[in-house]
């Protein structure tokens, strides 16, 4: 059956910010967090602002394609702004109707992250010892300034948002995101390829053009092979979005409606930094393999670490490679997402707890690893409610020998992954993949374990059961534990509005 393309919306790119539905294309990133001390000179400053289109950011992406055809190895300029605004952000601006407290969906927008904490709805560090972000920095909003290279986006930042002062806001706060070199670039400082997975979107950017086309021949619900299509309400709001309640994933559900009128086809922003302890990761890593036994199903660093992940660094999932790489299924090959987890409903290959289990567990059917059809097309509908848009970039320096011989990080030389998603919902998608899924022991099967990438659970070291994949046999699965090698330093929640919102201001 064919892809009923005039069935899906058509998507007003010039409209919507490109960091969003496709993604700022950069090798060097700059967040400015800013606050806003007079509302009045920043509006003047935000209705000049040449923001980066989704229509922008896909021209570059063709030129790009282009030149790599005909074999130019020139780069090409990706010039990118974008802005996203906290609550107190929308509030000094005065958009309308955002303060009624009675409005469904705000709350934890409402809140902020670390709010959230203090309340509970999230297990992360307390927010009084966050490095950055911490209660009291009073940040109104971020600039997203991407660029091919620092002059890029010092040039942006000169065109664009310059000069700060008496311009009614000042900088309270940056970081610096950087694509890591050849041959590690798309590797966070782990070593493994990051961003393999992200979701297909339904929609139209032209009359008869997909957004995300059917490269999965003869299956109309998938983009890449293994790449669900889903309806853009879960990223964008004003479109319709997953039914969770469906038989399969393939239900348009209802319209995620705006809260406001003002946050048509904008989206929520997570921003969180991650400190990666990388050193402290290979030590640990080898240290569990040695508890693995000697038995068939003894794993060695590197086979260990792919269970914990999912994935081999080179992107290639456990699942298609049980016990060694394969370069034919890493990442950018056809098949490197061409998967789910019907055949390891017992966690023998890959871990219940590894990380691409717990984030997108595909098939899998909570509490069951015996399930009907008829219950794993109902999981999968309901999992594909809770999915996010990942917009991530690497920081800090690249690990150094004498760290690795230290086996402990430089304190003076932070490193790991500024984290950026886009969703319509806080609750049921970031939140809920994190504590729900990541932080519970019992995701998704009873004992599985915590996430050991991004799991921010209290307990430590945490528990993580592993694999057999040799013998086949549940009763030989290691039961780990697991430091903490991922530190949340600090994070907030932001809308970024379309541009017209923006301009309205």
Same mark, same amino acid.
């Given at each position: 059956m064919a892809r009923e393309l005039d069935a899906e919306p058509?998507?007003?790119?010039?409209?919507?910010q490109g960091d969003i539905l496709v993604g700022l294309l950069k090798r060097r990133e700059r967040l400015l967090f800013f606050r806003i001390d007079n509302a009045q000179a920043f509006k003047k400053v935000l209705s000049g602002l040449e923001l980066t289109s989704q229509e922008e950011v896909i021209a570059q992406r063709d030129l790009i394609k282009q030149r790599r055809e005909q074999g130019i190895e020139t780069i090409v300029p990706t010039p990118g702004l974008n802005v996203a605004f906290t609550f107190s952000g929308l509030q000094?601006?005065? $958009?309308?109707?955002?303060?009624?407290?009675?409005?469904?969906?705000?709350?934890?927008f409402r809140d902020g992250m670390a709010e959230r904490t203090t309340k509970g709805k999230l297990t992360d560090p307390p927010p009084a010892e966050?490095?950055?972000?911490?209660?009291?920095?009073?940040?109104?909003? $971020?600039?997203?300034?991407t660029g091919s290279s620092n002059a890029e986006i010092a040039n942006v930042i000169a065109l664009e948002l310059a000069p700060v002062p008496g311009s009614g806001w000042k900088v309270v706060h940056e970081e610096h995101g950087v694509v890591r070199p050849d041959p590690a670039r798309g590797h966070e400082h782990f070593g493994y390829a990051d961003g393999v997975s992200?979701?297909?979107i339904r929609g139209r950017i032209a009359a008869d053009e997909a957004l995300t086309p059917n490269n999965a021949l003869g299956d109309e619900n998938q983009g890449d092979p293994g790449q669900d299509l889903?309806?853009?309400?879960?990223?964008?709001?004003?479109?319709?979005g997953q039914d969770g309640q469906a038989p399969n994933f393939t239900v348009k559900g209802p319209v995620q409606q705006p809260p406001v009128p003002f946050m048509q086809n904008g989206a929520f922003l997570v921003f969180r930094r991650l400190a990666q302890l990388v050193p402290e990761f290979d030590l640990a890593v080898k240290a569990e393999a040695h508890k693995t036994g000697n038995g068939s199903d003894a794993a060695s660093p590197t086979l260990l670490g792919a269970q914990m992940v999912g994935r081999w660094k080179s992107g290639a999932a456990i699942i298609?490679?049980?016990?060694?790489?394969?370069?034919?299924?890493?990442?950018?090959?056809?098949?490197a997402n061409d998967f789910e987890f019907g055949d390891d409903r017992e966690g023998l290959v890959c871990p219940w707890a590894a990380h691409v289990r717990k984030v997108y567990p595909r098939d899998d059917v909570r509490g069951n690893t015996k399930p009907t059809e008829k219950q794993i097309g109902?999981?999968?509908?309901?999992?594909?409610?809770?999915?996010?848009l990942r917009r991530g970039i690497a920081f800090g320096p690249e690990l150094t020998e004498k760290e690795a011989k230290a086996g402990h990080s430089d304190p003076e030389h932070p490193r790991g992954l500024l984290f950026k998603s886009y969703i319509t919902s806080l609750e049921d998608q970031f939140e809920f993949v994190q504590q729900a899924w990541a932080n519970n022991v019992n995701f998704s099967q009873p004992?599985?374990?915590?996430?050991?990438?991004?799991?921010?659970?209290p307990q430590q070291p945490a528990p993580f059961l592993g694999a057999a994949p040799f013998s086949k046999d549940a009763t030989k699965k290691p039961q780990l534990s697991l430091g903490r090698f991922v530190i949340m330093e600090g994070g907030e929640y932001f809308f970024a509005p379309s541009i017209p919102a923006v301009r309205s201001l």
């Open positions: 058509l998507l007003p790119s010039e409209d919507i000094k601006l005065g $958009v309308k109707g955002i303060d009624d407290k009675s409005l469904k969906g705000l709350e934890a966050w490095p950055i972000l911490r209660p009291g920095s009073k940040v109104d909003g $971020v600039f997203i300034v992200q979701p297909g889903l309806w853009p309400g879960e990223f964008l709001f004003g479109y319709p298609n490679a049980p016990t060694a790489d394969d370069p034919q299924l890493a990442e950018g090959t056809p098949l109902a999981a999968e509908a309901f999992t594909q409610t809770h999915r996010m004992g599985s374990g915590v996430d050991p990438i991004i799991g921010q659970a």
